[in-house]
């Protein structure tokens, strides 16, 4: 128990808890420093639910009297009180229904042998098969088929839906936790164009994401489908296939952020190309992404014995000091194979990381040559309004730093603690410093206003006097990156960390802007800037999921220079990606397939983009079947190929 058997007693803020435990187990002859497994059974139950009698013991000087409730009961009260208790939770299944939800009387209702839940364990290709079939019930009588005709009927149509979107490897019964963001929309619009309304707007945000080619093109079919049953489909999309699809297309720009916000096109997708935008330029081929991507593979991790999902005892090798694409169509095994297998060993090996999740049997050979992983996904840098990209990168520390040594401030004896919107001093204290005051609505959201005190830019007013180069703190926040750049040019520890900001592609956010208005892309851009700024060892290993998600094409283009220029010090970069304009830029491609779900799960195609494409039609590989257009590669591949 001493060094922390009961692990929900103990860490930060833990130490009343502490305190407490360790005074019950004194006072009832518990010995605390034996394993807890060899204790008494009686003494484990009057641990964890409690003994009845009361303890006496000190916290902060003050002398306590408590009863002992038990472990049971402070867990239970932290979990109403909805503070983090996942880390000392897990979830199995029920061993009464086996995970199927029903009592064992609904699960004995069976059509043809199947009950309820063998229909729904099955995924939708296999289950529109088993109803579009009509060996599956031809052994219901005259009746019986007149009843369920009907049924049928709508069944079948439903489950074409969702087949016909690209979601034929999900099961109906999958837990909606598990599904993606472009899963869950992919979903909504099967059951619209089920519903078989017309005369309705939709209004779909990048509904590709997380898309492979071949299934952006169902995607694209399924829109199109719902705008000919007479209703109007708005699309917000970076994606080209899409754009090129549209009947109408608008551009915004010029720029982005406070650059941004006006209509530079609106007109057909054919003249669109002649347009002299950032996006036709683009789309036209006037622009091109391409980096040299000849990097040698001498160098490998090998990933060994992997069963997990749908991926059965197959083993992968990964080159070392190359820019890698895993690639494939979803649920074809990518996110299995980097995120849940290489990733939590590579974190407790290399970073030294407690309680990762890692698959029984897996063996990695390698990781010797690495000195640590850096995994950028794409949650949040913050959850509160108080929390900015200034903070994050530590742009803010060495800023108040500036302002702290100004004048104005030594003369009132401002310390650098003065210029923090976090802690009381400086801050204004009507909203706390962060510049919205919440107004709780009865049966209705809470509602954020600014703050009428400070106006928004949470200090009070003595603070906003101290100048720097005659902007005040809250001005040099509301500042781009762009604007800053130019502003703390001569100041190094500043400009080094605002300049990987542009080299991300993020000079148009300000310093201080609200990290819940940043998308989940921006979030993962600030997160590889702070990296970039970092003293660069040229053995680390970064791992990105997605990172072009909602990045248009000049930010994939600068994003893919970011990572080989990463790749060119020395890194390995490992990235899950669909994005077609990132992967032909790969020194080497992983492709998983051939398709999702228990389809896939196998690596179909792996070598330089120029290979993949080459041996499509060998390895069925659907990205290499898409790369050959990427690369403008014409019908000599197949001649290549029989050489």
Known sequence: IENGAVRIMYGFNKS?????????????????????GSLEEYQKKSILYG??????????????????????????????????????????????CDGHRLRPRSLAVKVEGKNIADIIDMPIEKTYAYFKDEKSFEHFSTQQKLIAESVLKEIQERLFFLYDVGLTYLTLSRDARTISGGEAQRIRIASQIGSGLTGVMYVLDEPSIGLHERDTLKLIRTLRSLQEKGNSVIVVEHDKETIMSADYVIDIGPGAGKYGGEVVFAGTGSKMM??????????????????????????????????????????????????????????????SLILQTLLPVAREVLNHAR???????????????VDKVISLDQSPIGRT???NPATYTGVMDEIRKLFAKTKEAELRGYKIGRFSFNVKGGRCENCTGDGQIKIEMHFLPDVLVECNTCCGTRYNAQTLEVM???????????????????????????????????????????????????????AQRIKLSKELSRKDTGKTLYILDEPTTGLHFADVDRLTGVLH????????????????????????????GPEGGNKGGLIIATGTPEEVATNHEKTGSYTGKYLVDELKMNIKIKKETNE
């Not at 999740?357 to 040559?369: F, S």
């Not at 060119?568 to 020194?587: F, P, Q, R, T, Y």
Request: hydrophobic share 35%.
């Open 565 to 592: 220029h990463l790749v060119d010090l020395g890194n390995s970069v490992v990235v899950i990606e669909h994005n077609l304009d990132m992967i032909k830029n790969a020194d080497y491609i992983i492709d998983m």
């Open 16 to 36: 009343y808890y502490t305190k407490f435990l360790n005074a019950y187990c004194e006072q009832n002859d518990i010995p605390t420093d034996v394993e807890y």
């Open 355 to 369: 309680k990762v999740n890692k698959v029984d049997g897996v063996e990695i050979l390698g990781l010797e040559q």
């Open 51 to 96: 003994g009845g009698n009361q303890v006496k013991f000190t916290w902060k000087r003050h002398d306590l009297t408590r009863e002992w409730p038990g472990v049971v009961k402070f867990a239970h009260d932290m979990f109403t009180d909805e503070k983090d208790m996942s880390e000392y939770m897990t979830e199995k299944v029920c061993d009464g």
């Open 385 to 387: 309004p108080r929390s």
């Open 468 to 522: 720097y180069k005659g902007k005040s703190i809250a001005e040099v926040l509301a500042m781009s990156v762009t604007e800053a750049m130019e502003f703390f040019k001569a100041v190094p520890s500043i400009a080094i960390k605002l300049k990987t900001l542009v080299a991300v592609g993020l000079d148009y956010i300000t310093l201080g802007q609200n990290a819940t208005t940043l998308s989940g892309g921006e």
């Open 274 to 335: 002649k347009a002299k935008t950032l996006t036709a330029q683009y789309l036209s081929g006037e622009k091109e992404i391409y980096y040299p991507h000849n990097k040698p593979q001498e160098s490998w991790l090998e990933i060994n014995n992997i069963t997990l999902n749908n991926i059965e005892n197959i083993s992968a090798k990964i080159p070392l000091k190359n820019f890698v694409c895993i690639t494939g169509v979803s649920g074809s095994g990518k996110s």
